[in-house]
């Protein structure tokens, strides 16, 4: 038990919050049990759910343990963790599969999500801004999945801009949606959508993401630097112009064959019927791509549209059904089940919102939602909540419904 407790203690660098408040003891409970499930993800990546598979995904290994070892300043785990990323960039593509073996195992998904290319480069940025330890740049990796030599950490990220820059829509800086985004559930049914959908929430990671490489490499490749900064720009200007739509941010727009764009996951969306999306909405917050008053008009439409008890909702309304014909999404419209795959409640979107939250100053807001999502008697934060949302699924949370047609 004391090494147990030792460990833990070194791995969150001794974080403890003061105070003789129960809610401040739930926290600090909370912070152990969050770290615990990150190095399990880490060390044994079967995922908390999931009894079988054994491998990194790219996206999650980029946020989960990535930001524990940024936030615990453990630089030399977090240096590891980037070049064992970097090493399975595609040869062929530039590209991360969605998701890959991390060890003596060279399976992997062999396609990816439209911002699973954001996270690495996103994740250099963070890595640099937060230590300083420019001399990563300067390692050599080998590329995976083909015969390209091995190059220096900044030449991968080169190559992955270079990538990116192919995606942006004819005559826009906007970035088609490829393979779907961090929504599982709406993963594109057809290839139509993946070179004609632009998600606004892979709009708005881009645009941090470029931004903070682009900040943080300004001192060591001022010609890299500003070209990231200037694609930051006229990334964040098509948001802008093609995303934010009598003053709500559309969840997609779909590039017609005129030229035009239209909304969906929007009020104008009578194609769905799904007219608020969260993700957006917090991101472009986070990235400070939107100004106070849009960050405002975000909030309030959050809070009136997809605030319930259990937390924060992703849509306003499940994808509709059809028995189980895809026609937009794949994944949302084919599952006849109603659980934590398609559900509307998932923690980590969640925890985003309070990260969005706390990046504008709302403290009652995050403080609120803190306990609205921790498993510790989450009975006072959700009455109606069931023992197994503590105990089973604490990273979603699942409606009680019988079947499709009863949750729609």
């Given at each position: 038990?004391?090494?147990?407790?030792?460990?833990?203690?070194?791995?969150?660098?001794?974080?403890?919050l003061?105070?003789?408040?129960?809610?401040?003891?739930?926290?600090?409970?909370?912070?152990w049990?969050?770290?615990?499930?990150?190095?399990?993800?880490?060390?044994?990546?079967?995922?908390?759910?999931q009894?079988?598979?054994?491998a990194?995904?790219?996206?999650?290994?980029?946020?989960?343990?990535?930001?524990?070892?940024?936030?615990?300043?453990?630089?030399?785990?977090?240096?590891?963790?980037?070049?064992n990323?970097?090493?399975?960039?595609?040869?062929?593509?530039?590209?991360w599969?969605?998701w890959?073996?991390?060890?003596?195992?060279?399976?992997?998904?062999?396609?990816?999500?439209?911002?699973?290319?954001?996270?690495?480069?996103?994740?250099?940025?963070?890595?640099?801004?937060?230590?300083?330890?420019?001399?990563i740049?300067?390692e050599?990796?080998?590329?995976?999945?083909?015969?390209?030599?091995a190059?220096?950490?900044?030449?991968?990220?080169k190559?992955?801009?270079?990538?990116?820059e192919?995606?942006?829509?004819?005559?826009t800086?906007?970035?088609?949606?490829?393979?779907?985004?961090?929504?599982?559930?709406?993963?594109?049914?057809?290839e139509?959508?993946?070179q004609?959908?632009?998600?606004?929430?892979?709009?708005?990671?881009?645009?941090?993401?470029?931004?903070?490489?682009g900040?943080?490499?300004?001192?060591?490749?001022?010609?890299?630097?500003?070209?990231?900064?200037?694609l930051?720009?006229?990334?964040?200007?098509?948001?802008?112009?093609?995303?934010i739509?009598?003053?709500?941010?559309?969840?997609?727009?779909?590039?017609?064959?005129?030229?035009s764009?239209?909304?969906?996951?929007?009020?104008?969306d009578?194609?769905?019927?799904?007219?608020?999306?969260?993700?957006?909405?917090t991101?472009?917050?986070?990235?400070?791509?939107?100004?106070?008053?849009?960050?405002?008009?975000?909030?309030?439409?959050?809070?009136?549209k997809?605030?319930?008890?259990?937390?924060?909702?992703?849509?306003?309304?499940?994808?509709?059904?059809?028995?189980?014909?895809?026609?937009?999404?794949?994944?949302?419209?084919?599952?006849?089940?109603?659980?934590?795959e398609?559900?509307?409640?998932?923690?980590?979107?969640?925890?985003?919102?309070?990260?969005?939250?706390?990046?504008?100053?709302?403290?009652?807001?995050a403080?609120?939602?803190?306990?609205q999502?921790?498993?510790?008697?989450?009975?006072?934060?959700?009455?109606?909540?069931?023992?197994?949302?503590?105990?089973?699924?604490?990273?979603?949370?699942?409606?009680?419904?019988?079947?499709r047609?009863?949750?729609?």
């Amino acid at each position: 038990k004391a090494g147990y407790q030792k460990y833990f203690e070194e791995l969150t660098s001794g974080f403890a919050l003061e105070g003789g408040l129960q809610e401040v003891q739930k926290l600090n409970q909370t912070v152990w049990w969050y770290a615990h499930n990150a190095m399990i993800h880490f060390s044994v990546p079967h995922g908390l759910e999931q009894p079988g598979g054994a491998a990194w995904g790219t996206r999650d290994v980029c946020q989960g343990p990535m930001e524990l070892f940024l936030t615990t300043q453990h630089y030399q785990l977090a240096r590891a963790v980037l070049l064992n990323i970097f090493s399975h960039q595609s040869a062929v593509t530039g590209e991360w599969p969605q998701w890959f073996m991390f060890d003596r195992y060279t399976m992997n998904a062999g396609e990816c999500h439209g911002d699973v290319i954001f996270w690495p480069l996103k994740c250099v940025g963070d890595y640099l801004a937060a230590c300083g330890d420019y001399s990563i740049l300067d390692e050599v990796i080998p590329y995976s999945y083909g015969d390209k030599p091995a190059a220096s950490l900044m030449d991968h990220l080169k190559n992955a801009v270079s990538v990116m820059e192919k995606r942006f829509l004819p005559g826009t800086y906007l970035i088609s949606y490829a393979g779907g985004d961090w929504d599982d559930t709406l993963r594109p049914a057809s290839e139509e959508l993946k070179q004609r959908l632009v998600s606004s929430w892979t709009q708005a990671l881009a645009y941090q993401t470029v931004r903070v490489l682009g900040n943080a490499l300004s001192a060591v490749d001022c010609a890299f630097s500003d070209k990231l900064l200037d694609l930051g720009k006229k990334i964040g200007e098509s948001f802008h112009q093609y995303l934010i739509q009598d003053g709500v941010i559309a969840g997609f727009v779909f590039s017609d064959e005129d030229g035009s764009f239209r909304p969906m996951l929007h009020p104008a969306d009578e194609k769905t019927g799904i007219h608020y999306r969260l993700l957006p909405m917090t991101r472009s917050i986070i990235s400070d791509l939107v100004d106070l008053p849009q960050a405002e008009e975000n909030v309030c439409l959050i809070h009136e549209k997809l605030g319930c008890p259990d937390g924060i909702r992703l849509m306003d309304r499940p994808a509709p059904y059809d028995g189980g014909v895809s026609h937009l999404f794949r994944r949302a419209e084919q599952a006849a089940n109603v659980g934590r795959e398609i559900s509307l409640q998932y923690v980590h979107a969640h925890i985003r919102y309070i990260e969005a939250m706390c990046h504008l100053g709302r403290t009652e807001d995050a403080w609120k939602a803190l306990f609205q999502i921790n498993p510790i008697l989450i009975q006072q934060a959700v009455p109606n909540a069931l023992p197994r949302q503590s105990n089973l699924y604490f990273s979603s949370s699942e409606g009680a419904f019988l079947d499709r047609y009863q949750y729609e």
